[in-house]
């Protein structure tokens, strides 16, 4: 079975950066839609962007959710076969565990926002953001 790793969060000030990474073994992310969520204690969960599927002629289909609009970039790296969440302009608000999640049902054209949408997930990464 799939298995997204998250790697990358940490401990940064307010107005700082930080790149999350999001990798498997045994399976070609390519292959995958993949999303960020996050949680925060006491906070559903949140569907910050997601990347469509891609092969060699296209780059996928890209989506933000308004919260991290303009401040995130996700990207996804063919060689490296991971999916990257560039975190930009980090506020208070942004402290939460971030989760990579991924699934192989969605056409290269599209991809959800939604948790319900995603069968694999990762155990995700802590990202606190406190001077």
């Known amino acids: 079975q799939l298995q997204p790793v998250e790697s990358g969060g940490g401990l940064v000030q307010p107005g700082g950066s930080l790149r999350l990474s999001c990798a498997t073994s045994?399976?070609?992310?390519?292959?995958?839609?993949i999303a960020w969520f996050r949680q925060a204690p006491g906070r559903e969960r949140e569907g910050l962007s997601c990347?469509?599927?891609?092969?060699?002629?296209?780059?996928?289909?890209?989506y933000y959710a308004d919260s991290v609009k303009g401040r995130f970039i996700i990207s996804r790296d063919r060689a490296d076969d991971t999916v990257y969440l560039q975190m930009n302009d980090l506020r208070a608000e942004d402290t939460a565990a971030y989760y990579c999640?991924?699934?192989?049902?969605?056409?290269?054209?599209?991809?959800?926002?939604?948790?319900?949408?995603?069968?694999?997930w990762g155990q995700g990464t802590q990202v606190t953001v406190s001077s």
């Open positions: 999640a991924a699934d192989g049902r969605y056409p290269s054209y599209w991809c959800p926002l939604s948790g319900d949408s995603y069968d694999y």
């Open positions: 045994g399976f070609t992310l390519n292959y995958y839609t």
């Open positions: 990347i469509s599927s891609s092969d060699e002629s296209t780059d996928g289909s890209i």
